[in-house]
């Protein structure tokens, strides 16, 4: 058993030594991916593209017209919650459409 007068310090120190050793790592850096929300998404009948229509909304910092180069974005069925991830090039029309090539 341990005397009174030495359990505080070594419960300090060990409180000290869990801090230091818990520190936690380095975050890794997000990248934030554009996604577009529509009421409809469907697949194209051409190639792998995608199309959502509908009051679509893009997420902060998406554009809203336009074509699009090629980048990750993301296509999601406000319906159903479906997403579909696109890495090619496309258009938007927002709010009426979003076009998307090389999706999976």
């Known amino acids: 058993m341990i005397p009174r007068a030495l359990s505080l310090?070594?419960?300090?120190?060990?409180?000290i030594g869990t801090a230091l050793f818990s520190v936690p790592a380095a975050s890794a850096t997000t990248t934030l991916v554009d996604t577009y929300t529509c009421d409809n998404?469907?697949?194209?009948?051409?190639?792998?593209?995608?199309a959502g229509w509908?009051?679509?909304v893009g997420?902060?910092?998406?554009p809203t017209s336009g074509p699009l180069p090629?980048?990750?974005?993301?296509?999601v069925?406000?319906?159903t919650?479906?997403?579909?991830?696109c890495t090619g090039d496309g258009e938007a029309v927002l709010p009426d459409l979003v076009a998307?090539?090389?999706c999976s």
Request: aromatic fraction near 2%; hydrophobic fraction near 45%; charge should be positive.
């Open 9 to 15: 310090p070594l419960i300090a120190a060990a409180a």
């Open 41 to 50: 998404v469907t697949k194209s009948d051409i190639g792998d593209g995608w």
């Open 54 to 56: 509908g009051n679509c």
């Open 59 to 62: 997420s902060a910092g998406a």
């Open 70 to 75: 090629a980048a990750t974005r993301n296509l």
């Open 77 to 79: 069925n406000r319906t």
């Open 81 to 85: 919650s479906v997403t579909v991830v």
């Open 100 to 102: 998307l090539n090389n």
